[in-house]
């Protein structure tokens, strides 16, 4: 079958050069530029690759901010104490915590001190709750991408099999209940599989789209799929690969060599899912900036 | 096959009982009781009965609290001005509005108004939010009840395909989403159909349990549920029947009498799933109460 690439990169830069045009305009008719700020505690190294790559992609956009490091020893009180001054600072639009948070840390209590408003990244309860019900809020930024990339190449999803690989809070959980929502991409029937499903590729060989987030490098193969499926690959595995100077190469949960050839449309990895990701967050923070102006 | 009645009677009167024993205790050691206070606008005559039914419960097992009757006209500000006004009345501890609404009155605004400490039918976006999360919360009284019963019969439901019929709000939404979640019961692979999904008996075929909440009578017959399935109906549905002195008679979304000789377990309508929602509403108040306490 000749398959199609669900091109995330090509989409990804043509909404940045949207945004940055809006931005372009704002500044030019005197307006602040829209402010994401970003918090990383501590020195794990791939959320600081994570932190700077958005810092560096909101400059490129035109964005304000900035990234607050703290270090590791960063209390959760002086944590949620820095959380509430940005809340109340009204130049600054959206706020990230990077996560995963030291270990003396309770994630849940400082996502919950960000202010909604600014809850850019969509993992504040009520950002949840609205999107589980339907109701506007800031969607989480990957099944935000992939809604984003499902509408750019004009899939109508509905009454699709639709089966999600993994149940995370911020990708599998919240991609079912969009994808299982009315409207398009939306009014799928979807399954969700994860650690304990048995014989899971019984649903896979049936599904009309598979969106995979498991983490698992090249987990799906190609007799797990039917013929024609629409593949999304949310995973980024990092893999030895001595050919590479680097020393590893990067793959998705997908084996794409082998699966490629049966799809209708493919993400590939990189290039894919990635791309939307940061992008989506772009778009919720000029959503947060004009919500204000408004 | 021999089946099992999920008796939604019996394990509601038995925590119904065990809630009375409680609040007598409380009473007994100086302690107010429980207070949940109803609003019902306009003069709608199932959710007249709804409600009547709600605040006779809740006085059977020794709550104080009372039902706001307001007049058709309300307007929404004078709603969330009331709704405001028992968020500060510190001897309210649960507040619900009986829905649908006038249709001049926007539900989300009115119950995003609503104290999430308060919010004991877990409708509140905070709610909804922290469930779907994982987290510590109200939950929605109808999937609570569904979950209580599972596990009052012990039924380990890890790994099991599930398949829930119907996308609501309160019930389908939140239902897919607690059994997809770790734990017992829990750890299911989860499937939501709804009306735009195709060929839907292929799903409800496959599945190990099956959660009925499409509101349409008799929808689930005997070719679409496998020997030995679990059968969960949410159905209250009111059919004619002239042999009844009323005119008519309730029943599910399930056509039992075909349906129960296949299953090993399946909730009767009446006396299922129903008084499993109204003592899950007391246990929430309960909980509200014991949580201001502390």
Redesign the interface.
């Given at each position: 079958m000749e398959y199609r690439l669900l091109d995330g990169k090509a989409t990804a830069a043509r909404l940045r050069a949207e945004i940055a045009a809006e931005v372009e305009q704002i500044v030019k008719n005197g307006g602040r530029r829209p402010a994401l700020t970003a918090i990383l505690v501590g020195n794990d190294p791939a959320s600081q690759t994570y932190v700077a790559n958005k810092d560096k992609s909101c400059k490129e956009v035109g964005f304000a901010g900035d990234v607050l490091r703290l270090p590791e020893t960063t209390t959760q009180e002086e944590l949620i104490k820095i959380v509430n001054d940005i809340n109340a600072n009204s130049s600054i639009d959206g706020l990230i915590v990077q996560l995963p948070l030291p270990k003396h840390i309770n994630p849940?209590a400082v996502i919950a001190a960000i202010s909604p408003d600014k809850d850019v990244d969509g993992f504040?309860?009520?950002?949840?709750?609205?999107?589980?019900?339907?109701?506007e809020?800031f969607l989480p930024a990957t099944p935000m991408g992939i809604m984003t990339l499902l509408k750019e190449y004009k899939i109508n999803t509905?009454?699709m099999?639709c089966v999600v690989l993994g149940?995370s809070?911020i990708v599998g959980?919240?991609m079912?209940?969009l994808l299982?929502?009315k409207g398009i991409p939306g009014?799928?029937?979807?399954?969700?599989?994860?650690s304990?499903?048995?014989d899971l590729a019984k649903?896979t060989r049936e599904a009309d789209i598979i969106v995979a987030a498991l983490g698992i490098p090249n987990f799906v193969s190609a007799d797990m799929v039917k013929e024609g499926a629409i593949i999304v690959d949310v995973g980024i595995n990092s893999v030895e690969d001595k050919s590479r100077k680097s020393g590893y190469r990067l793959v998705g949960d997908v084996d794409f060599d082998a699966v490629a050839p049966k799809c209708s449309y493919i993400t590939p990895v990189p290039g894919g899912v990635g791309p939307m990701t940061i992008v989506s967050l772009m778009q919720n923070t000029l959503k947060a900036y004009k919500a204000k102006a408004l």
């Open positions: 849940q504040h309860p009520q950002s949840a709750g609205k999107m589980m019900l339907g109701e809020t509905a009454g099999n149940r809070n959980r919240p079912a209940n299982s929502q009014d799928c029937t979807v399954t969700m599989c994860h304990r499903t048995k649903y």
